[in-house]
């Protein structure tokens, strides 16, 4: 009962062994159903099933790792008690002025007090003193 008056397709045709008949979903041609295969997608971190029964020649893709997710290693444990070197703070001034016309005059405002004054380096606290912190 084959021939090219039969559309058997791509299909294997047996009397003594019969099998079930599929459509790929892609390309539409007959196959046995045993030699078409789920095509599968990267979703996440995980492969997922598209429920595309395809056929192994031409039709099933090759899973894009594009679309597979970063999986980022977690953070490295912090360092127990540590003790950071003790640098100097520089405190900015924020006071943006034009210069003054002649040099050792202060800004000052209509009271006479001076705007500007001197940056001094702030010390930061030892950490070492318990007392300083509760």
Same mark, same amino acid.
């Given at each position: 009962?084959?021939?090219?008056?039969? +559309?058997?397709? @791509?299909?294997?045709?047996? @009397?003594?062994?019969?099998?079930?008949?599929?459509?790929?979903?892609?390309?539409?041609?007959?196959?046995?159903? &045993?030699?078409?295969?789920?095509?599968?997608?990267?979703?996440?971190?995980?492969?997922?099933?598209?429920?595309?029964?395809?056929?192994? @020649?031409?039709?099933?893709?090759? +899973?894009?790792?594009?679309?597979?997710?970063?999986?980022?290693? +977690?953070?490295?444990?912090?360092?127990?008690?540590? @003790?950071?070197?003790?640098?100097?703070?520089?405190?900015?001034?924020?006071?943006?002025?034009?210069?003054?016309?002649?040099?050792? &005059?202060?800004?000052?405002?209509?009271?006479?007090?001076?705007?500007?004054?001197?940056?001094?380096?702030?010390?930061? +606290?030892?950490?070492?003193?318990?007392?300083?912190?509760?």
């Amino acid at each position: 009962m084959t021939g090219p008056f039969h +559309p058997t397709g @791509r299909a294997r045709v047996s @009397r003594r062994s019969p099998q079930a008949h599929a459509i790929c979903d892609l390309c539409g041609f007959r196959y046995l159903r &045993s030699d078409l295969v789920w095509q599968y997608q990267w979703s996440g971190a995980k492969l997922q099933n598209l429920r595309l029964l395809v056929c192994t @020649r031409t039709c099933q893709d090759v +899973p894009q790792a594009q679309l597979k997710s970063i999986i980022i290693p +977690p953070d490295p444990l912090p360092v127990l008690n540590p @003790r950071p070197e003790q640098y100097a703070v520089e405190v900015p001034s924020f006071i943006a002025t034009e210069a003054p016309p002649f040099e050792g &005059s202060d800004i000052t405002t209509e009271s006479g007090d001076n705007l500007i004054w001197e940056i001094e380096d702030t010390p930061l +606290p030892d950490p070492n003193n318990p007392v300083l912190y509760p």
